[in-house]
């Protein structure tokens, strides 16, 4: 099963206003290399921002982001699941989190589009 990450406006402005930005000074400056800038930074945010999901894939939940793949949690050695706000660094467009709690001293914070259907299919 394939969950969507939530988005928030607030990450969204954060992640895409640079680029702006950068296009428009681009524009404005006939700079080949901001252009060039611009477009590669497009394409990198774009890929994230589009690219994040969570995947539980037999025994595992596979986050990425993009094409790449940054954690693969065994789901049996998850402890615990908690409802969170935060805006750490993660894989994670939304403020409204959870955070997972696994292999004793690790965690991950993700932001499903419907954690409590998410939690449901992890079976916790």
């Not at 901001?34 to 921002?49: E, F, H, P, Q």
């Not at 595992?60 to 805006?87: D, E, M, Y």
């Not at 292999?103 to 259907?117: H, V």
């Amino acid at each position: 099963m394939i969950y969507q990450s939530k988005h928030s406006i607030s990450w969204g402005i954060l992640l895409w206003l640079p680029d702006i930005f950068l296009f428009l000074s681009g524009q404005e400056s006939g700079s080949f290399l901001l252009n060039l800038i611009a477009i590669i930074y497009l394409v990198i945010v774009a890929t994230a921002w589009f690219g994040t999901r969570y995947v539980i894939e037999g025994e595992f939940l596979i986050i990425k982001t993009g094409p790449f793949s940054l954690n693969r949690i065994w789901i049996a050695s998850i402890q615990k699941v908690v409802k969170i706000r935060s805006s750490n660094f993660a894989p994670a467009w939304s403020s409204d989190r959870l955070i997972i709690f696994y292999e004793k001293t690790k965690t991950q914070e993700i932001s499903p589009r419907n954690p409590d259907q998410f939690l449901k299919d992890l079976n916790l």
